[in-house]
């Protein structure tokens, strides 16, 4: 109930603060190294940056599927901790979409959708396949809903995937080099969709290699090497007058 | 067409089969015959059932199937129950469950399966008055169960992490993420090694005949120390167990052919 407050009148509190993140795979070079970053409601953050510089492991720290060695995690006024409750309560307000997509093979577009509606939020099947054909409609995917995750294209296999993460009303999404495994006709359907969303006021965390999606849709775009920042900035800014030799250098290679 | 015709080579293959079985089958016969054996076919029959007055009387060998079929049947459910729970302790946070669990395997894995009977059969039957029965099915249930959890284990780590990082990000508990995402796909791939674990199952049972339960296998030798037919009841005796597995590994083919969709 006081979150609830704190929320409502509190709308220019960051829904995502992260500070001084520090995260060591054992034997290898720090893959988050004092990296701070806060995102506003219904911001949408761009994470460049060449491979191994960190960002899925940034990614990946915001929901808890890597727990940080040091530093404080904090969303929607929820602090990610040890504490296993909050941990799932803010994998409950947090959607994220996997390069690989991940869908649950052995279960049909619907029931992929539907499962954590009915498990996470309780909701009866009925509720849940309304909310789902909803979803669906809305990627593009309505004839698909008693098919087969082997039966679709990367593309659409995507496209469920975001449907069944947005199932949960998320209050934040997060993209997780979302159109790197995909066939190039057909990363636009994908983008189309996480263009949509972010239309809708979405607040978005998205880790890609598509520079133009960044430049159309992002609000900021944060580049980082080596698990640190070497250049935030309006993404405006960051396209047409990057600060940074570095940030320039990079861009040069993949524009 | 060569679907159509079988090809010279199956023929050839099937012939040289034909006549390798036949080739053992002579061996076995000239065998008896230089013993001096004689062969009383004609007697087994009775040992398995009798037909008197429109009625059917299952014989020994068929109440020792029985007596097999139900230790058999009761120690798959137990072994599979125990195996899925130390596959679940290994693969756990907790060092205690892993350990526990690490411990029951090596001593079980690491000391023939007549000891484990004799073992439970005289020091622990006593001690908690369980009959022989009970005994036998304990026995069977601890050492099939230390291997079917290797299999439970190798299965669900067969899974993807992918399964369980979607699992997460969707706020799915650990609990929920087992129950309906990771072992529903890790059990069509455990089905055929289960099975296998079933087939072993199924002939270890023989040896609780060693602590007098009545199963097959006693059947068998008390037949054959009153009646001397110890060729015939010895035969007899495999084919049945030879009846039995093979139904098992039909039925389990059977099985998996109704999950198609899980790979």
């Known amino acids: ?255 | 067409m060569s679907l159509r015709f079988p090809s010279f080579s199956s023929i050839r293959d099937s012939s040289l089969f034909v006549l390798t079985l036949a080739g053992v089958g002579w061996l076995v016969l000239r065998g008896g015959e230089q013993l001096g054996y004689n062969w009383h076919w004609r007697q087994i029959p009775r040992y398995l059932f009798t037909y008197t007055d429109g009625q059917f009387i299952p014989g020994p060998l068929l109440q020792g199937l029985m007596v097999t079929l139900e230790i058999t049947a009761v120690s798959l459910v137990f072994a599979a129950c125990i195996g899925l729970v130390t596959a679940l302790l290994r693969l756990s946070n907790s060092t205690v469950g892993r350990w526990l669990a690490r411990v029951y395997l090596e001593v079980i894995r690491n000391t023939p399966l007549l000891v484990q009977i004799f073992f439970l059969y005289f020091v622990m039957a006593p001690i908690f008055d369980i009959g022989r029965t009970a005994t036998a099915i304990l026995a069977l249930s601890l050492f099939e169960g230390a291997y079917a959890s290797e299999i439970f284990r190798a299965g669900i780590q067969s899974i993807h992490r992918g399964q369980w990082e979607a699992s997460h990000s969707l706020g799915l508990s650990r609990y929920q993420a087992y129950r309906w995402i990771i072992l529903p796909q890790a059990v069509r791939r455990i089905l055929p090694p289960l099975t296998s674990q079933a087939v072993s199952l199924i002939k270890d049972s023989a040896l609780v005949s060693t602590i007098a339960v009545y199963d097959l296998t006693m059947a068998g030798r008390v037949i054959i120390a009153e009646t001397f037919l110890t060729f015939e009841l010895w035969f007899t005796v495999a084919a049945i167990y030879l009846l039995l597995t093979l139904t098992l590994s039909a039925l389990a083919n059977a099985l998996e052919r109704r999950f198609p969709r899980i790979t």
Do not use: W
């Open chain 1, 1 to 255: 109930m006081e979150k609830n407050i704190h929320a409502a009148t509190d709308q220019d509190e960051p829904i995502i603060i992260a500070e001084h993140l520090v995260k060591i795979f054992p034997g290898s070079v720090p893959a988050l190294n004092d990296f701070s970053v806060q995102v506003k409601r219904g911001e949408v953050l761009v994470v460049v940056g060449p491979s191994g510089s960190g960002k899925s492991t940034f990614l990946r720290c915001l929901n808890g599927l890597e727990m940080i060695d040091s530093g404080r995690i904090v969303i929607d006024s929820i602090p990610l901790d040890a504490n296993e409750k909050n941990r799932l309560a803010i994998r409950r307000e947090v959607g994220m979409v996997f390069q690989s997509f991940n869908l649950f093979p052995h279960l049909s577009v619907l029931e992929n959708v539907n499962l954590a509606q009915c498990l996470v939020r309780s909701k009866s099947k009925k509720e849940a396949t309304r909310a789902t054909e909803e979803l669906l409609a809305k990627v593009g995917l309505s004839d698909k809903i008693g098919g087969y995750p082997d039966e679709l294209s990367g593309g659409q296999q995507q496209r469920v995937a975001i449907a069944r993460a947005l199932a949960l009303r998320p209050k934040v999404m997060l993209f997780d080099e979302a159109t790197s495994a995909l066939d190039p006709e057909m990363i636009g359907e994908v983008l189309d969709v996480m263009r949509t969303l972010a239309e809708e006021g979405m607040t978005m965390v998205v880790v890609t290699h598509e520079m133009g999606f960044a430049r159309e849709v992002s609000d900021r775009v944060v580049f980082m090497e080596a698990g640190r920042i070497v250049e935030a900035a309006a993404t405006r800014q960051f396209f047409l007058h990057p600060a940074q030799e570095r940030t320039r250098d990079f861009l040069r290679q993949i524009l």
